[in-house]
């Protein structure tokens, strides 16, 4: 206790004393922080006024916040981004492939360290601003898009075929129109020989010069996997289910095919988008050893694969701990990787003055097991678990309740004042994204 406060003749004074010395709304005090833009992988002390980032230091005195978070031994990084998730499933019923259905994304993101998800292709132009009024506008987790290049999204059936609906010049427009939400544009699920998909996918990147993602759909002689990378897309665009069995990886003898990495030094970006049935540890598992890791980690989540062997964004990551990245590495591709691949370096970061999206982690060490979207086992010995979520400044889950206080230290408290759930009620929304 400092020497002014023992002074203090009541508890009262000592906390007006306190108070007019704090200058920060929240401190994160001891952790690890991990912030692979600024390079930072050591402990430091964050602290966080009005929704953002207000000093990062080695240590900062306890007396200049209002809240004090002791995250001793814990991992401090950027809220995490999920780059392909499913968020909408649309009154009209939209069904992914196989009949799973999108989820709120509030409903699973926060408790996993995810302040935002990126929906990869589940609304299309004809309900993009059905997807706007029903999920983005009132979910307190950042939602962005990639808009399906076909005109209806994810319905799950013949829409999603029908290239007579895939209007290149229609998807730039609507997402030049919506630029603070439309990140991208969306290929997924085709079954057909040709390229059109793509080409149309391609095009209307171009023209609002912004990434496309691919989901390759069908896997056909006609148009080869190899083409796709190599020829079809541009630098930044982005092939999604990179470690899905169909994807030629490995030659005969197990060995990764040599073109992978001429892709990637092209500038082609290789997502993970586990999903329910496009992650098999029989092609991450030999690719991360060789030298493959992905440009970045991102889940598939839907209702499929969320009770299935994918789970959600800390169980993906912990998946390539095992298999030997280090946290660091995992942690740039859920943060700083995938912010830099849709154009939003706003996030993904804690600079001083950034949006105070803050993800604080675990990582418990003992006996666990992973399994693939086949359902193939793989033994690990750490897992990551999220212990605290802060979105643009608020905490919105806090596993352990550290930030609260002991029940038999309230006296008669009732359940007024700031409750328990104020930062994710109906109204805390994500503040805007700064200018960049
Ligand atoms: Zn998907």
Same mark, same amino acid.
Request: charged residues 20%; hydrophobic residues 60%.
């Given at each position: 206790m400092v020497p002014a406060m023992k002074r203090c003749l009541t508890f009262f004074l000592c906390a007006n004393a306190v108070l007019a010395q704090a200058q920060y709304d929240i401190l994160l005090k001891g952790g690890h922080l991990i912030d692979p833009r600024n390079r930072i992988s050591a402990v430091r002390d964050v602290a966080i006024r009005g929704g953002f980032v207000a000093a990062v230091a080695p240590s900062i005195p !306890? !007396?200049? !916040?209002?809240k004090v978070i002791d995250v001793t031994g814990l991992y401090v990084t950027p809220g995490l981004i999920d780059l392909h998730a499913h968020v909408f499933s649309g009154s009209n019923g939209n069904m992914l492939a196989g009949g799973h259905t999108s989820i709120f994304p509030d409903n699973f993101a926060l408790r996993a360290g995810v302040t935002t998800v990126v929906d990869a292709g589940s609304s299309g132009r004809h309900n993009f601003a059905e997807f706007k009024r029903t999920v983005i506008d009132r979910a307190r987790t950042r939602v962005l898009v990639l808009l399906n290049i076909g005109g209806k999204g994810m319905t799950g059936g013949a829409d999603e075929q029908n290239v007579a609906d895939m209007d290149a010049k229609a998807a730039a427009d609507l997402a030049i129109a919506n630029r603070d939400t439309i990140v991208g544009i969306k290929v997924a699920h085709y079954r057909g020989p040709d390229w059109v998909p793509v080409e149309r996918g391609v095009e209307a990147g171009a023209l609002a010069n912004i990434p496309v993602m691919i989901d390759f759909g069908e896997f056909r002689p006609e148009r080869p996997f190899q083409d796709l990378v190599l020829k079809k897309l541009r630098p930044g665009d982005i092939y999604t289910h990179c470690f899905y069995v169909p994807v030629p990886m490995l030659d005969g003898s197990g060995k990764l095919l040599p073109y992978l990495f001429d892709a990637r030094k092209r500038g082609v970006i290789f997502d993970v988008g586990h999903g329910g049935a496009a992650f098999e540890f029989r092609q991450a598992v030999p690719s991360v050893k060789q030298g493959f890791p992905p440009d970045s980690i991102s889940t598939d989540v839907h209702s499929g694969s969320l009770n299935a062997g994918m789970k959600d964004q800390l169980n993906v990551m912990s998946k390539f701990l095992n298999m030997g990245m280090t946290l660091d590495h995992v942690v740039l591709r859920s943060t700083w990787n995938p912010a830099r691949i849709i154009h939003r370096e706003q996030i993904g970061h804690l600079t001083v003055g950034a949006l105070a999206d803050i993800s604080v982690l675990r990582i418990e060490r003992g006996k666990y097991a992973f399994v693939d979207s086949y359902g193939a086992r793989m033994d690990g010995t750490q897992r990551l678990t999220g212990e605290l979520t802060i979105a643009s400044g608020k905490v919105v889950f806090d596993l352990n309740g550290m930030t609260r206080d002991n029940w038999d230290r309230l006296g008669n408290y009732m359940p007024q004042g700031e409750p328990y759930w104020d930062g994710t009620r109906g109204g805390a929304r994500p503040m805007p994204l700064p200018k960049q």
């Open positions: !306890a !007396a200049q !916040a209002r």
